[in-house]
């Protein structure tokens, strides 16, 4: 990088030459990133989520992401790549959001039939029971990841920041879990549906 960049204001540089100085660990570069972009990207995620804070988090963690892969960041242009992996979040937050939502709605229907219809909740056990335990033949990380997703509706990037995994292993996890699940939870089409919605 030329001297005489290096000695000007960050404000005055090209996107690709700031994200070069944030290549090399430039802190100060980060937030001249996030000064040009977070209000834009920030309208984006409000209009697709419908939520200020899902929102803010979302162009947060976005801007943390950008900062832990900065050493390994192959990017063209800054604003492209960045729009592009808020699209991304928001489709993840969304579909985790709505099998949550889903799934909650399933279990609270079948504990309001279980004073009225033995039947029913006998079902609901034995649902319960039948996820639980196929999801021990599994890994203990496979597992964790699996109940963070389907049953907490935690995101990949939330998952991966939580567990300190890359959002590559997240999904392996995931897929994993779903697949034996799958071929066990046939008797179950509604629910094996909603866990397997998130993939679509």
């Known amino acids: 990088m030329p001297a005489t960049l290096r000695l000007s204001p960050l404000k005055d540089w090209e996107d690709e030459q700031v994200l070069e100085a944030l290549s090399g660990g430039n802190r100060m570069a980060l937030a001249e990133l996030y000064k040009r972009y977070w209000y834009a ?57 709505v099998v949550h939502e889903k799934y909650q709605e399933y279990q609270q229907f079948f504990a309001s039939q279980s004073d009225s219809s033995t039947e029913d909740h006998l079902a609901y056990t034995d649902l319960i029971g039948t996820i639980e335990t196929e999801l021990l033949k599994l890994p203990p990380k496979t597992q964790e990841v699996f109940r963070l997703s389907r049953f907490e509706g935690q995101t990949i990037p939330e998952i ?41």
Do not use: N
């Not at 959002?167 to 909603?194: I, N, P």
């Open 160 to 200: 991966s920041q939580k567990l300190a995994l890359t959002d590559k292993a997240v999904e392996y996890h995931l897929t994993k879990a779903l697949k034996l699940l799958r071929a066990q939870l046939r008797d179950y089409s509604f629910v094996l549906w909603l866990l397997l919605l998130a993939q679509r």
């Open 41 to 97: 990207l920030y309208r984006v995620a409000y209009q697709k989520t419908r939520s200020a804070e899902t929102a803010e988090e979302l162009v947060q963690d976005l801007f943390v992401q950008l900062w832990q892969k900065r050493g390994a960041l192959t990017v063209r242009r800054v604003d492209s790549y960045l729009f592009s992996a808020l699209k991304y979040s928001v489709i993840d937050t969304i579909k985790s959001q």
